[in-house]
């Protein structure tokens, strides 16, 4: 029961503290990491879950949820997960639905953009920096293939997978 109320108490305090899903993902790295998840299932879990449609940030509170504690582990992480944006967007749809014509607030959503690439940055900066994978020819190989067909728009999550078949050759 101490888990289950663990689990709820991170994903609702990771969902109340984050504003979108790449920032919730580097918050539940350094919630999970250590403490749930070790650094190479953190990272299995965020590839595999840009693989999947929907959410990344949902679909890694179901796997840390049922990696810590099964089924149910899984649903009270979700429901902790879900619970602080849907209470937040319906209190935010309301208060724009009010205000949506002044010109100031598209200026704002503008401004957040940069601090959420930002973040993106940092996370993947972590992730390089600490983890297990050193900077080998292998890793660049892979990495500059990947930038080059995400510049050429092939969706992220073909590019992942790709990236992980390629990956499977590579580091036999």
């Not at 149910?72 to 014509?101: K, W, Y």
Request: aromatic content about 12%; glycine content about 12%.
């Amino acid at each position: 029961m101490d888990k289950l109320l663990l689990l709820f108490w991170t994903f609702l305090k990771i969902n109340l503290l984050s504003t979108s899903g790449p920032a919730s993902v580097g918050l539940l790295y350094k919630e999970a990491v250590g403490h749930f998840l070790t650094e190479q299932q953190y990272i299995q879990a965020v590839g595999f879950s840009t693989l999947l449609p929907g959410s990344d940030a949902l679909q890694l509170a179901m796997f840390v949820g049922f990696t810590v504690a099964g089924v149910p582990g899984g649903t009270v992480a979700l429901i902790g997960a879900i619970l602080p944006p849907t209470i937040l967007m319906f209190g935010v749809v309301s208060m724009l639905h009010r205000i949506r014509r002044e010109a100031w607030v598209g200026s704002f959503v503008e401004g957040l953009t940069p601090a959420v690439a930002v973040l993106m940055l940092f996370v993947a900066w972590k992730i390089f920096k600490g983890g297990s994978s050193d900077l080998g020819w292998q890793t660049l190989l892979i990495g500059g293939i990947s930038l080059a067909a995400l510049l050429f728009e092939v969706p992220a999550p073909l590019v992942i997978l790709a990236a992980g078949l390629i990956g499977m050759f590579v580091y036999r």
